[in-house]
């Protein structure tokens, strides 16, 4: 499958909003589409993921609510607004689908494939 496109990254100050999109290809097909990030020098972490057939949302214990995942079936997009940003939430974002028969909701990075490229999120205090 072809991977996904993330946009909408950028810079803002600390309490600012962005809203980042994970858009896939007709072909791309996921139950479940993950939302992870990578600070310089740490491990990938998970953000949050949607059950896209149950609506289900699930968040890190880090962003749960400020952060919030959701999806247009209709786009084959998935978004997260991520609002209240803090500079530990500067990072690069990443889009990933959860493997065939993996939980939803898991945060383990080997639960997930066809990754995107990323987009950057840096916010300033």
């Known amino acids: 499958q072809v991977q996904p496109v993330e946009s909408g990254g950028g810079s803002v100050q600390a309490g600012g909003s962005l809203r980042l999109s994970c858009a896939a290809s007709?072909?791309?097909?996921?139950?479940?589409m993950g939302w992870f990030r990578q600070a310089p020098g740490k491990e990938r972490e998970g953000v949050a993921a949607i059950n896209t057939n149950r609506g289900s949302t699930y968040y890190a214990d880090s962003v749960a609510g400020r952060f919030t995942i959701s999806q247009d079936n209709a786009k084959n997009t998935v978004y997260l607004q991520m609002n209240v940003l803090k500079p530990e939430d500067t990072a690069m974002y990443f889009c990933a689908r959860l493997r065939s028969y993996r939980p939803c909701g898991s945060w383990s990075t080997d639960d997930y494939t066809n990754w995107g490229q990323g987009t950057q999120v840096t916010v300033s205090s």
């Open positions: 007709a072909g791309y097909t996921y139950d479940c």
